[in-house]
């Protein structure tokens, strides 16, 4: 009995006896001073002492007891909450054995009771810390995953949030079976390159593209860390989902690179132009001293032929400088209302007497391309189509299929590139398409700049496709091309539709020299141009007054404007411009 007492008294646990014959009970001093009463203060009843449980946890309580008494339980043991004696409620657990009589009447039951009032109170603190962090876990928009670092490489996945099963589509179970090598798309040297910062610096920041459940590739930013959880190595990775961001980089490089197109063409437009003038004149005093020298000549001479020869060359010359005018839209062109459709057809009838047998040329038009019309300059048009046609005859090394179509294509806003002043609508599209070598994309992105070729020296001046690309800009249009190596070459000519109120009448040029006897003002800055048109001129039997200041022609034609029936003046010349000497000159004499 003396150790019962020592044993009852050492313990913090609360004993008790509940005598069910009587419905009395016997608790120990720890039992009372668990509660906060004094020991005569606890009821001696079993029912009241019932009483002071919680009502959330009577009906299980009693449940307990009831199988246990029932023997459907070997022991009597569960947790509730209890009532003490300042009105809060303290977490117990307790446990009780039974005694029976020889029929298995249940006479008493003895048991204890302990205190884990601070036990629930951490477990519930971790509980609200777990929901916590559960719900910034799963509020996070990018994905997160935590697998463990094993002594044989990367472990599964321990834990994800909902917007990794969200983005890539496999359930929590499905994902707790998978690893990082299963949603990732890399090479093993990428891997271990990975692997070996995040070991050396504890966290590493890269991109990757993952796999989706449904096998749809997407690209993402992975932010890794090294984390300790119980003595365990894991690594945590932020994932963040960027097919926005690379779409948009991309976007950002392409409006990059058409813009750097732009300016590359428009400096080297102004060069061009600048280069052009100043040769241009040189050629056209070339050609005039040819052309007076033949006229002076004696026919059937053995010089004539060799003047020939050198106007045919400064000819040439001068049409590669009206190459070169164009590109840098310097040229002035008179623009008509054609029908698109009647030009290809001449122009193709044109192709076929020079086309080698070998090629098969071949027109496809669409059945709404029939009443085609644009407001264009035949010549020009034409130039575009020969030039391309003949470069598709090189590349198919004159062997192979030359199409050329004809269309009514619908431009947005998205497909007109920066580069390009076109608007969107309906465009009328001319397609040159061949079956030859194709490029590169390295060679598409050079194949518009001026003096540029793949042609071997002697072969190629590099002028006609940047001739094509000015053409077309200064008839508000584009240019796309489309060609895979070995493949073949596609270019597409847009040209807004216009209606086909116009003409179609291509003017022919009349070689023969006119004649006269009307007085001329003939205004260029280059001594050497003015005198050759005066001498030209007067050949022709006309009267000339040359001036090679614009300043003094617009005085002497102040002072003498019914003298003359007609001016000629060049347009680049210090002081006054040709066009604004001509307004003057038109304010004095309409």
Request: glycine share 6%; with cysteine.
């Amino acid at each position: 009995e003396e150790r019962l007492q020592l044993a009852v008294a050492g313990t913090r646990d609360g004993l008790w006896d509940l005598d069910l014959k009587t419905n009395t009970t016997y608790f120990s001093d720890n039992f009372a001073h668990m509660l906060g009463y004094e020991h005569a203060e606890l009821p001696p009843a079993i029912d009241e002492l019932i009483q002071l449980v919680h009502p959330d946890d009577l009906a299980l309580l009693q449940k307990k007891l009831n199988d246990y008494l029932d023997k459907k339980t070997p022991a009597y043991e569960t947790s509730f909450r209890i009532l003490t004696k300042d009105g809060s409620y303290r977490w117990v657990t307790g446990r009780g054995e039974a005694v029976w009589d020889q029929d298995g009447t249940p006479l008493r039951i003895t048991g204890f009771n302990t205190d884990i009032t601070a036990r629930k109170q951490a477990e519930l603190e971790l509980l609200k810390s777990e929901l916590k962090f559960r719900i910034l876990l799963n509020n996070q928009t990018d994905a997160l995953f935590l697998h463990k670092v094993l002594p044989s490489g990367i472990g599964k996945f321990s834990e994800i949030n909902d917007s990794a099963i969200k983005h890539y589509g496999y359930s929590r179970e499905e994902f707790l079976q998978l690893g990082p090598a299963d949603i990732t798309l890399h090479e093993e040297e990428i891997k271990h390159a990975i692997y070996e910062e995040l070991t050396e610096h504890g966290h590493a920041t890269f991109e990757l593209t993952h796999i989706r459940k449904s096998g749809e590739l997407f690209p993402v930013e992975v932010k890794a860390a090294e984390v300790e959880l119980e003595s365990q190595k894991y690594i945590l990775s932020t994932v963040r989902d960027i097919s926005k961001r690379v779409q948009a980089e991309t976007a950002r490089l392409e409006l990059e690179n058409q813009l750097r197109q732009k300016y590359k063409m428009e400096a080297v437009g102004v060069m061009a132009g600048g280069m052009a003038h100043n040769f241009n004149n040189n050629l056209s005093i070339i050609l005039g001293n040819l052309k007076l020298s033949k006229m002076k000549l004696p026919e059937n001479t053995n010089i004539d032929s060799y003047l020939e020869n050198a106007q045919i060359a400064a000819v040439r010359s001068a049409d590669l400088i009206k190459n070169i005018m164009s590109y840098s839209r310097n040229n002035i062109h008179d623009k008509n209302t054609i029908k698109l459709p009647l030009l290809v057809d001449e122009t193709l009838l044109l192709l076929r007497a020079t086309t080698p047998t070998t090629i098969n040329l071949q027109q496809k038009n669409s059945a709404n391309a029939k009443n085609i019309s644009i407001d264009a300059d035949a010549s020009q048009i034409q130039e575009c189509l020969i030039n391309l046609c003949h470069n598709a005859m090189q590349a198919m090394d004159e062997k192979g299929d030359l199409t050329v179509s004809l269309e009514i294509d619908e431009l947005l806003s998205q497909d007109i590139p920066a580069h390009y002043h076109a608007t969107p609508g309906d465009y009328a599209k001319l397609s040159v398409t061949d079956t030859g070598c194709g490029m590169t994309q390295e060679t598409i992105d050079k194949i518009f700049d001026l003096f540029f070729t793949t042609k071997p020296v002697g072969q190629g001046t590099g002028v006609g496709l940047s001739t094509v690309q000015g053409i077309i800009k200064d008839h508000n249009g584009m240019i796309k091309v489309h060609s895979t190596e070995g493949e073949g070459t596609t270019f597409e000519l847009y040209f807004p539709l216009v209606d086909p109120t116009g003409k179609n009448d291509i003017a022919v040029e009349n070689e023969s020299l006119p004649r006269g006897t009307e007085h001329i003002l003939f205004v260029d800055d280059d001594e050497m141009l003015a005198t050759l048109g005066e001498t030209m001129l007067t050949e022709m039997g006309y009267q000339v007054t040359t001036m090679t200041n614009s300043q003094k022609a617009l005085e002497h034609f102040t002072a003498n404007s019914d003298k003359f029936k007609l001016v000629i003046t060049d347009q680049t010349m210090p002081e006054l411009t040709g066009q604004e000497l001509i307004l003057a000159i038109k304010k004095i004499n309409p």
